[in-house]
């Protein structure tokens, strides 16, 4: 049974930082994309970061736009864990972060929820003003 477990979630003021890992179980996903998405309290759950490695210690990343250059996502594959640093933190950055795994690559954009497999439970991050 493969499962996705999230952790690292929590309260932090304005401008902190958190970093949330998802460690996966059951089964590898060295082909295809794991990501991250958030779903703030009345919206629609909406991309954050996506992953994929493209060749030996290579790896390929996109960011939805309001998180470039403050959050990064990497990953280990011999932990079969992906990590989502979270730095300069906003209000607006608070919502439940959900981990999802690919297991291979498909036609969809890594952007988009219906190209991922499985999904973890969710994390909730609250960023105080």
């Known amino acids: 049974q493969v499962q996705l477990a999230e952790s690292g979630g929590g309260l932090v003021q304005a401008g902190g930082s958190l970093r949330l890992s998802c460690t996966a179980s059951?089964?590898?996903?060295?082909?295809?994309?794991m990501g991250w998405f958030r779903q703030a309290p009345g919206k629609e759950r909406q991309f954050v970061t996506a992953?994929?490695?493209?060749?030996?210690?290579?790896?390929?990343?996109e960011y939805a736009d309001p998180v470039k250059g403050r959050f990064t996502i990497s990953g280990d594959n011999a932990k079969n864990t992906v990590f989502l640093q979270m730095n300069s933190l906003k209000p607006e950055d608070t919502a439940v972060y959900y981990c999802?795994?690919?297991?291979?690559?498909?036609?969809?954009?890594?952007?988009?929820?219906?190209?991922?497999?499985?999904w973890g439970q969710g994390t909730q991050v609250t960023v105080s003003s």
């Open positions: 059951g089964r590898t996903f060295s082909s295809g994309n």
């Open positions: 999802a795994a690919q297991e291979s690559p498909s036609t969809h954009s890594m952007r988009v929820a219906a190209a991922y497999n499985y």
């Open positions: 992953i994929r490695k493209i060749g030996p210690n290579t790896y390929y990343a």
